[in-house]
């Protein structure tokens, strides 16, 4: 018969983890990363010195861009290799990246837990069109970061005279994962989780190349008495640490709360947006949902458009979905992005890629960093030779049936007022962002127009439109002079029609 769980510290447990071995955490942002492993590891290095040359593989990007999360295991010697899909929020491990101590790849986040699964089944890897044309295609450098990195794990396939890109499988010897709840054979439970994210596929690839699975959880029980309820059966589970509520908040951003893990309660509890450039935006954007979509929101100026929704009751006309699992609801910011409170279902994160991937979405609304003349977009290059990272950006991007990229148009100090239903510039912004050239290509123009994607670029003074021979300018704010507040200040110039006003309603105070 099966013993146990072993019920272990979490000293104890990484003390078992050898070195060389390509270890997978779990987690999403703030959510669901196990905090106490993560330290402990970092404790036992530095202590230590082993283990040594680890290989980091992660799905979503897991920290507070300070000290928690992935930051604990930023140490050279430490890690051989990090492979990750986004980075922004554990900037020790950029720093070492940048340094060419450690070698690092960024793949998209999407690609990367459904990876997992192909791990766990032992297939040669994911097939997918998902980055083609981007700095993520082997054309274009592999999703490679620095000199040090020289491996290619994404290749080109042809299949049935297509082209595709086929990002490789290896091994997974050590997995990471965070539950609530153990039952003394090591079933887990996520009740108080606000994601499921990818732990079962963690799991599974570190069980079947004969690895070790380390589960922290809040508490133990005697018996799970739901089979239905277990995301991760304990059969597949080799050491249980319990931290009875120790570095185990909900996120990073709060310790508990129970929006997140219920759908009883009002989804539409915003408190009214001041006006300013990103609440203009986000009215714009709102006129491009339509009743009935599927939506998918990103973080920062995109975050408007629920609450301009909830503003003028529009919330329950569709449903709002994040990457990371949770469908319906309203998602959260900062170190809680990627929950939803009182989601209406919560899903594994592969699972709500699977139907991304698909076409499932009605419409995505993402940021840029960058647009060119071409429609390209950069997300992750951040100038002075920092990046960021793709997360699920590239996924959302190539797959949505729409696309609207909400931005301001001008970064860096911007400020607006408008007098009498007319915008004004009080302050421009000092860095362009519509530029000759994307610094990084992370959506490609021209591979959109091929697909036949509808994408638009959302600014508080002007509305573009891609097209076959690239961008247009097809609105324009009341009160912005064309020559002077728009075509001026970009860095290439668009074709242009005879723009229509922007919607009046958009810059009512």
């Not at 791990?119 to 069109?129: D, L």
């Not at 089979?227 to 570095?247: E, M, N, W, Y």
């Amino acid at each position: 018969m099966r013993a146990a769980a072993r019920i272990v510290s979490a000293a104890e447990a990484v003390a078992a983890i050898p070195s060389g071995a390509t270890v997978v955490v779990g987690g999403f942002v703030g959510a669901g990363h196990p905090e106490l492993l993560s330290s402990a590891l970092e404790r036992r290095f530095l202590e230590s010195g082993a283990p040594r040359d680890l290989t980091l593989l992660y799905c979503a990007g897991q920290g507070d861009r300070g000290k928690r999360g992935l930051n604990h295991l930023a140490h050279a010697g430490l890690l051989k290799r990090v492979i990750g899909g986004h980075w922004n929020l554990a900037p020790k491990l950029g720093r070492l990246a940048l340094a060419n101590e450690i070698e690092a790849y960024n793949l998209p986040q999407g690609v990367l837990c459904v990876l997992l699964r192909e791990i766990a089944a032992k297939r040669p890897g994911v097939f997918t069109r998902i980055g083609m044309n981007t700095f993520i295609d082997p054309v274009n450098g592999g999703g490679r970061l620095n000199a040090r990195t020289t491996e290619p794990l994404v290749e080109r396939v042809s299949l049935d005279g297509e082209d595709w890109l086929r990002y490789r499988t290896f091994p997974v010897t050590v997995g990471l994962i965070r539950a609530t709840t153990a039952d003394v054979r090591g079933n887990l439970t996520h009740e108080r989780e606000a994601l499921i994210g990818e732990v079962l596929p963690i799991a599974q690839a570190a069980h079947n190349h004969g690895g070790l699975v380390i589960a922290q959880v809040e508490r133990i029980v005697e018996r799970i008495t739901d089979p239905k309820a277990v995301r991760v059966p304990g059969a597949l589970v080799d050491f249980i640490v319990v931290s009875d509520g120790t570095q185990h908040d909900q996120t990073f951003g709060e310790p508990f709360n129970e929006a997140y893990v219920t759908s009883e309660g009002s989804s539409d509890v915003f408190e009214p947006m001041s006006f300013n450039e990103r609440k203009i935006i986000g009215r714009r954007v709102l006129r491009e949902v339509h009743a009935g979509d599927v939506v998918n929101l990103g973080i920062g100026v995109p975050e408007a458009v629920a609450a301009v929704a909830a503003e003028t009751g529009r919330l329950a006309e569709f449903t709002l979905t994040l990457e990371s699992g949770p469908i319906g609801g309203v998602p959260a910011g900062g170190l809680s992005f990627g929950c939803s409170a009182h989601p209406e279902a919560v899903v594994d994160q592969p699972a709500q890629f699977d139907f991304y991937d698909g076409g499932g979405l009605d419409i995505a609304v993402l940021g840029a960093l960058e647009v060119d003349a071409e429609g390209s977009v950069n997300v992750t290059a951040l100038g002075g030779g920092r990046f960021a990272g793709v997360g699920g950006f590239v996924n959302i991007t190539q797959s949505a049936r729409r696309v609207v990229f909400a931005c301001t148009f001008r970064a860096d100090g911007l400020e607006v007022d408008t007098i009498d239903g007319a915008l004004r510039i009080k302050r421009e912004g000092a860095k362009a962002k519509f530029v000759n050239r994307v610094a990084q290509v992370c959506f490609h123009g021209p591979t959109a127009v091929a697909r036949g994607q509808q994408v638009l670029y959302v600014t508080e003074r002007a509305v573009f439109e891609l097209q076959a021979d690239g961008l247009h300018l097809c609105e324009l704010a009341p009160g912005i002079d064309l020559q002077a507040d728009v075509l001026r200040l970009m860095e290439f110039s668009p074709c242009i029609d005879t723009p229509h006003p922007m919607p009046a309603e958009c810059f009512a105070p």
